[in-house]
């Protein structure tokens, strides 16, 4: 079986052995139901029992039953003028009070106030009674009866459970829950159901056992061929009524709303029901003095209602305070939270990100020193930021390997302990050593701080107050405020190595285009080199031929004219000729014969021989940084060619005057010597400087040049190891450079190199 179940068939149990109602209750119950009965039999039962006649002569007599002019003395008169289901009522209500409000039925004090229950039913039996009267088919007795009855499954817990209902009575009062619902978490079975087996029990009328079960019901909930349905509701709106006016006690919950629907249901008024709730103290006045509870007049019961509501407001306040402090303390973490996130967006760097995080912490402790410090990669050092008192500017620090190396980092034995706050002074003396000048007296402590269990640094404050630490509730803040710093510096070091990650990813792209550029280009000049080895070898012969017999032809023509067309045949076939030979040295250029030569001594040779040729076409040359031997391992023709052509080409993008420099650029720190041909001529644009080592690419006019002259320097520098960059701008001139790699070995002294470069 269930536990819980088992649970609850042990609570009916206990119920059920309750002791069954007195005898003249019995007794006149079975008389009311008899046709047989008359008034003198009713009478002499009632009459057996001295303190039952009183009670019922006192009930007949007051005004809830009034409208009789004359007082009655007699029992038979007052069953006369209530008559048999009235009396049968009263006698039930009477002697189910007597039997709970027995006094040291057990030994256990309980918060139940027995008193203050039976002042609420009253409350709910008088309302009930008031409501019945403008409702048809409602018995204004019957409604009294079964108001008064309606959670006497409560005062039946309390007499058997009397601990543990002691602790649902609390639960109500400090949870302003209703007793429905505390029953059911504590006990697993609530009042209503208890009451309806208790009642049951006692072979109590249908009608009343269906309205101690379903009081609590709403009204839309209630089965359409319910006996009695509208007794039950009347019940219900009393009940409303009762705790609205806080008569007695019951459930601290009220719902103006349900009791606004209930009436409407039954056809009353709002302005009739607010007659009925002034009245109701009154009412319950008179019930009180009749049941013997006290002698509490109308003014006395309002003022306990007045109590009453203060002390459920009381409670109430109490909790919306707690709350209040709750939001209050979400509403700060939520700020918290989204200021780290701003912080950790607009973060340039780690110290940007460690100077808001020691500001942040300063303002949430309203402490004036704080630092906040991380551990480096491998905890190699140690990068921070300390804030004093006002006036001082924030320092930045780093410490170097022997601080960040021998930090202390204790192991965890709990998933949470590391964001206990711990004394400063042990794990954090190099933080004192440095600056315990200007932090001033503490106490200070540390919160370290750890992203996905591993310690990424920590934050050292002082506390505000020396005489009052820190309470759980700061430590629980703290630790929050720990937490989105671990995150955060977690987050910028993972966004730190996205940033590298993608900057050596786009180098590598670069990288990788280059070599895809570059090996297409060699492709596609070893197919240009293999097409120009094959013309060259199929049209060489044709135009040897052609060229040697023009020039026997011209020899033996007398007419000048033919003979000048015969020269021009052999001048264009020799002149074929060459260009074949190009594209032949082109396509299988001779390999460089390289060995250690003083590179100044090449260039000032070149510039010489250059400047004179171009003195007359106003081009200036001029060799720079050539004065110190600088010796590689070139090939001294080879390279002697490449600056040639480079200043042919320099010097017609000067035909209108200009200068060209040829330099020579050392750079030892990384190993490299550049060799820089410079001209001030016009320039070429972006798509002609993409095409300019393109085979057969000429920026110049048609015929005046074959393309070929940078392809070819470019192919001189791949077999020494250089590598050829071009740089040109319309208007602004052209610089081409090559990039050795220096030294490449051989002479280390200008007398061991070649002084001759061919």
């Not at 320099?650 to 040829?662: D, E, L, N, P």
């Not at 550049?674 to 016009?682: R, Y």
């Amino acid at each position: 079986m269930d536990v819980k179940v088992r649970k609850v068939q042990l609570i009916v149990d206990q119920v059920d052995s309750l002791p069954t109602l007195p005898v003249v209750a019995t007794r006149v119950l079975a008389l009311a139901t008899s046709d047989q009965t008359s008034v003198r039999d009713l009478s002499d039962i009632i009459e057996s029992d001295p303190s039952l006649t009183s009670r019922i002569l006192a009930l007949v007599n007051s005004a809830s039953f009034g409208g009789v002019r004359a007082q009655v003395s007699t029992v038979s008169r007052a069953c006369s003028l209530l008559g048999f289901e009235a009396i049968r009522n009263s006698v039930l209500s009477l002697k189910v009070f007597d039997l709970f409000s027995r006094k040291g039925h057990n030994a256990y004090r309980t918060s139940f106030d027995r008193r203050a229950f039976w002042k609420h039913s009253l409350a709910v039996a008088a309302a009930s009674q008031l409501i019945a009267r403008t409702v048809r088919g409602v018995n204004p007795d019957e409604a009294f009866v079964a108001g008064l009855l309606h959670d006497i499954g409560k005062v039946a817990l309390d007499f058997v459970l009397p601990k543990t209902f002691d602790q649902v009575v609390r639960r109500v009062k400090s949870h302003c829950t209703t007793f429905a619902d505390a029953e059911n978490r504590i006990l697993g079975v609530d009042h209503t159901v208890i009451g309806k087996r208790l009642t049951e029990n006692w072979d109590f009328p249908e009608k009343l056992i269906k309205v101690i079960w379903l009081h609590h019901q709403e009204a839309a909930h209630l089965p359409g061929n319910l006996q009695g349905r509208e007794l039950v509701r009347v019940v219900g709106l009393a009940d409303l009524l009762a705790r609205e006016q806080r008569i007695g006690m019951g459930s601290p919950m009220s719902s103006a709303e349900a009791a606004a629907t209930l009436a409407d249901q039954l056809g009353i008024a709002p302005s009739h029901l607010e007659t009925i709730g002034k009245k109701l103290h009154a009412a319950v006045a008179e019930h009180v003095r009749i049941m013997g509870l006290e002698n509490s007049d109308e003014q006395t019961l309002f003022y306990e209602s007045v109590q009453n509501a203060n002390a459920e407001l009381g409670v109430v306040n109490d909790r919306l305070m707690a709350a209040t402090r709750h939001l209050h303390r979400q509403k700060r973490h939520a700020d918290l939270l989204l200021r780290m996130g701003r912080s950790l967006a607009e973060a340039r760097s780690m110290r940007h990100l460690l100077d808001d995080l020691c500001r942040t912490m300063a303002e949430w402790v309203q402490t004036e020193v704080c630092a906040v410090y991380v551990l480096g990669d491998g905890r190699g050092f140690i990068e921070g930021t300390l804030r004093t008192p006002q006036g001082r500017p924030a320092e930045h620090f780093v410490f170097e390997n022997d601080v960040g190396e021998a930090l202390p980092l204790r192991p965890m034995s709990s998933p949470h302990e590391h964001f206990g706050l711990a004394r400063a002074e042990r794990d954090e003396a190099w933080l004192f050593e440095r600056f315990g000048t200007v932090m001033g007296e503490g106490p200070f402590f540390t919160l370290p701080i750890f992203a996905h269990d591993e310690r990424l640094g920590a934050f050292v404050f002082s506390w505000p107050d020396p005489k009052t630490p820190p309470r759980d509730q700061d430590c629980r803040d703290l630790e929050i405020l720990a937490g989105a710093a671990g995150l955060n510096i977690s987050l910028l070091y993972q966004r730190e190595q996205t940033v590298r990650m993608l900057e050596s990813l786009a180098e590598a792209s670069r990288q990788a285009s280059e070599a895809r550029e570059e090996l297409l280009r060699k492709r596609n000049l070893a197919s240009v080199g293999a097409m120009a080895a094959g013309a060259a070898h199929e049209i060489n012969n044709p135009l040897a031929v052609i060229s040697g017999r023009a020039q026997i032809l011209a020899e033996t023509e007398d007419d000048p004219k033919k003979r000048r067309a015969l020269d021009i045949i052999a001048e264009q076939a020799q002149r074929a000729s060459d260009i074949i030979s190009d594209l032949m040295s082109f396509a299988r250029p001779p390999s460089a014969k390289r060995r250690p030569t003083d590179l100044a001594v090449v260039v000032r040779k070149v510039v010489a021989t250059q400047a004179d040729r171009l003195a007359d076409k106003n081009v200036a040359v001029e060799a720079l940084g050539c004065d110190e031997p600088l010796v590689v391992d070139i090939d001294g023709e080879q390279l002697s060619w490449a600056i040639e052509e480079l200043v042919t080409n320099a010097a017609y993008a000067c035909q209108a005057g200009g200068r060209i420099t040829v330099a020579l650029e050392p750079d030892r720190d990384n190993d490299r010597l550049g060799l820089a041909v410079t001209d001030t001529g016009e320039g070429m644009d972006h798509e002609t400087l993409s095409k300019a080592c393109n085979p057969f690419f000429s920026g110049r006019s048609a015929g005046r040049g074959r393309g070929l002259g940078l392809p070819k320097v470019q192919r001189i520098a791949e077999a020494h190891g250089a590598s050829l960059r071009l740089d040109s701008a319309t208007g602004q001139g052209t610089s081409v450079r090559l990039l050795f790699d220096w030294p490449a070995g051989g002479a280390e002294t200008p007398s061991a190199a070649t002084s001759e470069a061919y």
